[in-house]
């Protein structure tokens, strides 16, 4: 191998004479000529390879400042790159002579040149038969056959040996170096599209190498994540939580295109909503509690900004239902504790709220929602957390599983419940969260009288107008208050002051949440 190398030199200039003298192997002559030089020129090549991997540009164009010639000349004959390992190789060394940092203009201006040699070693869009010629024709196929073959074989051959690499860890004998494969994953970005390249990017995409700064290209990973919210590619659960781990903003904007596409549709059904937020693939990688909490946080923002829509919380509560059955579904044994997920919530709260109604029987319901209730008081009225932030984070958590305040009202009004204070409670505080304690005492009293005019409603049969304009003149202003018994909501600059401070007291502006959630108020939210 030292001899190998110490020749170099010489067998360089031997190359270059050749690859300049084949052209693109047009004439019979140059076609023969190639094929009895193949097996030594992929010799060459490999020693190539291994004498650039080593080196940096400037050092590997001062040692062959000619390599350029060569390497480009050897990758549009294609008598070259059809013989066995060798467009591999030739891909392999133009990966070394990459930048990923390009420090003057002949390196940006390199740069480009390599892309474009390497588009046209894999993109078979771009190659026909005449600059295959007579290759194609011996071996049986026509371009449109060969090239994607040629394709998917140096895809399974790079995906192969960046399994290897992982495997072999922190080995000395490590296949590719880390800048080769930074340098890859930039370059598979015009790619993306192309379904034979999907193996690759997402071997990329699971591959971790020995430092701990990320070694992906951060326009590669942009642009994976905006193919695949745009659903121009398909990628893996595990791949795209890889994606996600590695690169925060690609999560912030998946999250936020979600909420774009829910909420610019004229109309939502429930159906809808769900199979939009499942295909989104956020609820299956929020089983990673990084990602719960980051996608989290955009949730509680957006409802801080809104004040609360109805749109928001349902696309929270849909989120949440579709999370918690993959939760479910992905762990028996939960792989983080549920602080991990809601840490401002206490577990027993959470425990409960977790339970799913479809699994109790429903003479059971009341009793669940007498212990929510009971658990969500206890901390309500402490002293000790009476700040407007801290009453936010939980009902914010008791927003997440809203089904259960559907419910409650349920029973309320249909199953005629016998001690309605609890669930009456419960309902005050979903639909008002900012009640200071005498505030929300009030707020009782005329719940108490909106449930008992509705439940004398039930019982009168016939209903006179009489009837009904006593509950309308005695009943309105609670009805309102309760949001869940009457529709009306207090007018937007009425109801944005609360809100507002317990931006102030989580130590964020209203700039700052307009930021998290701008294209929400595109939405007139």
């Known amino acids: 191998m030292a001899q190998d190398t110490l020749d170099l030199p010489l067998n360089f200039e031997f190359w270059l004479n050749k690859a300049v003298a084949w052209g693109q192997a047009s004439t019979l002559e140059s076609q023969q000529d190639v094929c009895l030089h193949l097996p030594q020129l992929q010799k060459f090549l490999q020693q190539i390879y291994e004498t650039l991997k080593h080196m940096d540009f400037p ?48 390196e940006l201006k390199a740069n480009v040149w390599i892309r474009s040699l390497l588009c046209h070693l894999l993109s078979s869009s771009k190659l026909g038969l005449n600059e295959v010629g007579t290759v194609s024709q011996a071996l049986g196929y026509t371009s449109p056959d060969y ?144 990602i719960f909490r980051v996608v989290d946080e955009i949730f509680r923002n957006a409802v801080l900004e809104t004040n609360g829509a109805s749109e928001v919380l349902t696309i929270v509560q849909v989120f949440t239902r579709c ?38 029987p429903h003479g059971l319901w009341c009793q669940h929602l007498n212990c929510i209730s009971e658990i969500l008081k206890k901390i309500v009225e402490d002293q000790s957390i009476q700040s407007c932030g801290r009453l936010f984070e939980y009902w914010f958590s008791f ?3 809203g089904e259960w305040a559907d419910i409650a009202a349920e029973e309320l009004l249909i199953l005629r419940v016998e001690s309605p204070a609890p669930l009456l409670w419960l309902l005050a505080f979903y639909y008002n969260p900012h009640d200071r304690n005498q505030e929300r005492t009030l707020t009782m009293v005329d719940a108490r009288k909106a449930h008992g005019y509705i439940m004398k409603l039930f019982s009168r049969t016939p209903l006179s107008v009489k009837d009904l304009q006593a509950v309308t003149a005695l009943g309105c202003q609670s009805m309102e208050q309760l949001h869940g018994f009457g529709a009306g909501r207090a007018p937007r600059d009425q109801r944005k002051r609360p809100w507002i401070i317990l931006c102030q007291e989580r130590h964020q502006t209203e700039e700052h949440c307009a930021v998290q959630v701008a294209l929400l108020k595109k939405e007139g939210f």
């Not at 060394?93 to 002949?106: A, G, K, R, V």
């Not at 979600?258 to 769900?274: A, G, I, K, T, Y």
């Not at 983080?336 to 809601?342: C, I």
């Open 147 to 290: 090239f994607p073959k040629l394709l998917k074989n140096m895809v399974l051959s790079l995906v192969t040996e960046l399994r290897v690499n992982h495997l072999n860890g922190f080995s000395i004998q490590k296949i590719i170096p880390d800048k080769q494969i930074k340098a890859m994953s930039l370059l598979c970005v015009p790619l993306l599209t192309l379904p034979d390249i999907l193996p690759l990017l997402e071997a990329l995409l699971t591959y971790h190498g020995d430092e701990p700064k990320e070694i992906l290209s951060s326009e590669f990973l942009e642009s994976v994540n905006e193919a695949f919210v745009q659903k121009k590619i398909v990628l893996s659960e595990s791949a795209v939580l890889c994606l996600w781990l590695r690169h925060l903003p690609s999560l912030e904007k998946a999250t936020l295109h979600l909420f774009e596409n829910l909420l610019s549709r004229q109309r939502n059904f429930p159906e809808e909503v769900e199979c939009f937020i499942r295909d989104s693939l956020l609820p299956q990688a929020a089983c990673h509690a990084s």
């Open 59 to 106: 050092v590997a164009i001062q040692r062959f400042p000619l390599i350029g010639q060569l390497l480009g000349r050897l990758c549009w004959n294609p008598f070259v790159t059809g013989y066995e390992e060798n467009q591999k190789i030739l891909m392999w060394c133009l990966c070394c002579l990459y930048c990923s940092e390009p420090q003057n203009p002949i």
């Open 323 to 360: 999370f918690v059955e993959a939760l479910q579904k992905d762990n028996e044994q939960l792989k983080f504790p549920l602080k991990s997920y809601f840490p401002y919530a206490s577990s027993s709260l959470i425990m409960v709220l977790l339970q799913n109604p479809k699994d109790l």
């Open 399 to 401: 927003v997440h599983f």
